[in-house]
Nanobody, 114 residues
Framework: QVQLVESGGGLVQPGGSLNLSCAAS????????MAWYRQAPGKQRELVAF???????NHVESVKGRFTISRDNAKKMVYLQMNSLKPEDTAVYYC????????WGQGTQVTVSS
């Protein structure tokens, strides 16, 4: 049974940093392009960044230079280092495959506020 468990969220002031983690189980993790998504209140879920099985990355324009996605295939983990956080980054953050083929986890809440 596939399970994705996100953690690492919290309340942070503008300009602060957080490092999100996602633990995957029940899937052949290493073959998938993995991604981070976020859903802000009243908005649709959106892709934030993805990383291929070989480690190539892509980040959406709004987070480029501030967020960095990474993965550890041996540990079946994917990470999102978030720096220079802005209030508009406030959302629930989820991980999944790039094509969203796995059941969604519960997500982790990130709140950026002074």
């Amino acid at each position: 049974q596939v399970q994705l468990v996100e953690s690492g969220g919290g309340l942070v002031q503008p300009g602060g940093s957080l490092n999100l983690s996602c633990a995957a189980s029940g899937m052949i993790f290493r073959i998938y392009t993995m991604a981070w998504y976020r859903q802000a209140p009243g908005k649709q879920r959106e892709l934030v960044a993805f990383i291929t099985s070989g480690g190539s990355t892509n980040h959406v324009e709004s987070v480029k230079g501030r967020f960095t996605i990474s993965r550890d295939n041996a540990k079946k983990m994917v990470y999102l280092q978030m720096n220079s956080l802005k209030p508009e980054d406030t959302a629930v953050y989820y991980c999944n495959t790039q094509m969203s083929t796995m059941p969604w986890g519960q997500g982790t809440q990130v709140t950026v506020s002074s």
